[in-house]
């Protein structure tokens, strides 16, 4: 078992409902309870059936488990299925060493598609993440998840752009067999395409 970075290693997966982050970070715990780490996961739902925050905390140990609760300007890593998403977040637990990982395609919330709040400028997004982190991996997850059968699938498209990172002990090879865990055979091959699609984009 190799060495931790960080100890605890502390890594935010978010989004918003439906999009599938609460499965990336069982998918995730699952891989690194199997690979011998000890491993936390910390869940928050806001109105995740009405495409409300969803975030999830996974602090992953050595020896011992550690509190849920990640603090304030503490997350090594960010890991986002929307990219407001990600600046939220980066904007409370972020800092300049934080590496960020973020699919680049919105998803308007109500109050956005209702016409009451405005959604802001990508590239205002963009240029905001690379100033509230270290690293910035901003992915067209989703349209690539599209063009391998569903966009379901920018989750292991994210995943796979994590392993790539390297800001988790984990290989694909671990990551895959999780994944293998949770979906029945038929699945996977769409899901090995995506894991490896997410390592290519994050390498690029």
């Known amino acids: 078992m ?3 970075m960080y100890e605890p290693l502390d890594i935010i ?3 918003v409902g439906g999009q599938g982050n609460v499965l990336a970070s069982h998918i995730l715990g699952n891989a690194l309870v199997d690979a011998g780490w000890q491993v936390t996961v910390g869940e928050t739902y806001g109105l995740s059936q009405r495409g409300g925050s969803v975030m999830s905390m996974v602090r992953i140990t050595s020896e011992k488990p550690s509190s849920p609760m990640i603090p ?3 997350a090594h890593a960010i890991v986002s299925l929307e990219p407001l998403e990600a600046l939220r977040v980066a904007g409370v637990y972020g800092n300049p ?3 960020i ?3 680049s395609r919105p998803m308007m919330p109500i109050n956005v598609i209702s016409g009451e709040n405005k959604y802001p400028a990508i590239d205002e997004l963009r240029g905001a993440l690379e100033e509230l982190g270290g690293k910035l991996y901003w992915l067209d997850a989703t349209d690539e998840a599209m063009k391998i059968g569903a966009p379901i699938l920018a989750n292991v498209i994210i995943l796979g752009a ?3 990172a390297g800001i988790m002990p984990l290989s694909a090879e671990q990551v895959e067999k999780a994944i293998a865990g949770m979906f029945p055979e038929d ?3 769409a899901n090995r395409e995506a894991l490896s699609k997410g390592m290519q984009m994050a390498a690029a």
């Open 162 to 164: 994590m392993v790539q």
């Open 2 to 4: 190799s060495k931790l």
């Open 101 to 103: 990982i973020t699919n």
């Open 72 to 74: 304030e300007n503490g």
């Open 13 to 15: 997966i978010t989004g």
């Open 97 to 99: 060493d934080t590496v």
């Open 187 to 189: 699945k996977m091959p």
